[in-house]
């Protein structure tokens, strides 16, 4: 569509326009840090950029010692390391989610950093139709080493829900697309299903687009747990340009990403993925129904009681009943199942067996949603991008079509 296509249908049709909300994927939400309690002589302790900031580059072990979480099993609660506050910024922009390396010391938009970019070509593509940032295009980013569950009681969906009535009012009563990437389906779908009514949906959801949906994980998490893996953020090729990271990255990665409630949320779901065997070592075979055992082997049966405590979150996939497009890649190499040698678990696989997906979120769970057209009666749509990656998926133009089509309803 061009800007004139765009202007054109502006004039004639004013319900042609729906606002967008964009919710991001895991790692994908710029998050900022300071001493709490503060304790500097002025009282005064100001927010530093942690995810990803240029910490990152100097000390990374300094950065996920910060983003460790501290896991209180009696209550199944998760709190920050002892004297640290950490949030997301940018929560009602799009700054912080346009671009994945946070500015030290600036948490505005004013000096945002364009290193890392993340949803700043799809927010240039909308601005260009005249949407505006901040008003008719905004975001909703999170802290997301939180499961949907955790979110919900910090608060998080409130403050969605508020910022979606606001952007209704202020869009002249015109329904908001809910764009929603990777993790940010399954938050999402979380949100619709749990936090607020059908009749709140029928009067403020225009459409719920997922790119790259994480329905069901992605099998990588699978490793990630057991010898570590740096995920999207930390392996995109910008990043690695500019930071020196250690040979040893992906463990201590580990250690930090093993705290973490969302990548329990991301393990692949037994309902989806059956008997298929996911790990393999010289003593046994491990599918979704062995976690308990898996994590055991693994020296962290703790991470059990954490995957227990977060399974029953979307349990069975309920559809969102609202207008939902599922698009998703495919055709791109995706792990699928890991064989370790002697040295699991602090060693790499010795083989990754690959199937069809993004190369993150493999098709298997990318598709769970596919069964949401016979579950509701709101429309469904659904389109595979072959080739097109997982980051890809909030950047390539045929998407970014695709998403024109529900947005500007033609």
Same mark, same amino acid.
């Given at each position: /569509? ?18 967008? &909300? ?20 002025? =009282? ?25 979480? *501290? ?12 004297? /640290? ?77 508020? !910022? ?11 329904? %908001? ?14 949100? &619709?299903?749990?936090? #607020? ?67 329990? %949320? ?5 309902? *989806? ?20 055992? /898996? ?26 009943? #609202? ?8 055709? *791109? ?9 002697? =040295? ?7 083989? *990754? ?7 993150? %979120? ?5 598709? #769970?949603? !596919? ?38 309803? #033609?």
């Amino acid at each position: /569509l061009t800007t004139c296509v765009f202007a054109a249908l502006l004039s004639t049709s004013a319900d042609a326009i729906s606002p967008i &909300l964009i919710v991001p994927g895991v790692e994908g939400s710029q998050l900022y840090k300071k001493d709490s309690p503060c304790h500097n002589l002025f =009282g005064i302790c100001p927010w530093k950029g942690v995810w990803l900031g240029a910490e990152a580059c100097i000390s990374i072990s300094s950065v996920l010692k910060d983003l460790t979480l *501290v896991y209180d099993s009696a209550k199944g609660s998760f709190h920050n390391q002892s004297g /640290l506050a950490i949030k997301a910024f940018g929560f009602g922009d799009t700054c912080k989610v346009e671009y994945l390396v946070a500015n030290p010391i600036e948490t505005s938009c004013l000096l945002q950093l364009p290193v890392g970019e993340y949803f700043h070509t799809l927010v240039k593509h909308f601005t260009a139709l005249g949407y505006k940032r901040g008003q008719t295009i905004r975001s909703a980013p999170y802290d997301w080493r939180l499961s949907p569950v955790n979110l919900q009681a910090s608060g998080y969906y409130s403050n969605v829900k508020a !910022l979606i009535e606001q952007m209704y009012k202020d869009g002249g009563n015109k329904k %908001v697309t809910l764009v929603a990437h990777s993790m940010g389906g399954p938050v999402t779908l979380y949100f &619709l299903n749990n936090v #607020v009514t059908q009749a709140w949906k029928d009067t403020y959801v225009n459409a719920f687009v997922t790119l790259a949906g994480a329905w069901s994980g992605g099998n990588v998490v699978v490793k990630a747990e057991i010898s570590g893996d740096l995920l999207d953020a930390l392996s995109s090729a910008t990043v690695r340009e500019i930071c020196d990271f250690p040979d040893d990255i992906a463990l201590r990665f580990r250690s930090a990403g093993r705290t973490y409630p969302s990548m329990a %949320v991301l393990l692949p779901k037994p309902s *989806v993925w059956g008997n298929k065997v996911l790990v393999t070592t010289p003593k046994r075979t491990y599918t979704a129904y062995d976690y308990q055992a /898996l994590f055991n082997d693994m020296g962290y049966p703790q991470g059990f009681d954490i995957y227990s405590g977060i399974a029953p979150i979307n349990a069975g996939f309920p559809p969102p009943n #609202v207008p939902t497009y599922c698009f998703y890649g495919t055709a *791109v190499a995706t792990p699928e199942s890991f064989v370790y040698g002697s =040295g699991f678990p602090d060693s790499a696989p010795s083989q *990754v067996i690959n199937g069809d997906g993004d190369g993150t %979120v493999n098709r298997r769970s990318a598709e #769970v949603c !596919l069964k949401w057209k016979t579950q509701q009666q709101q429309p469904f749509g659904s389109s595979a991008f072959p080739g097109v990656d997982h980051l890809k998926m909030v950047k390539d133009s045929n998407v970014l079509r695709a998403v024109d089509r529900v947005v500007l309803r #033609v």
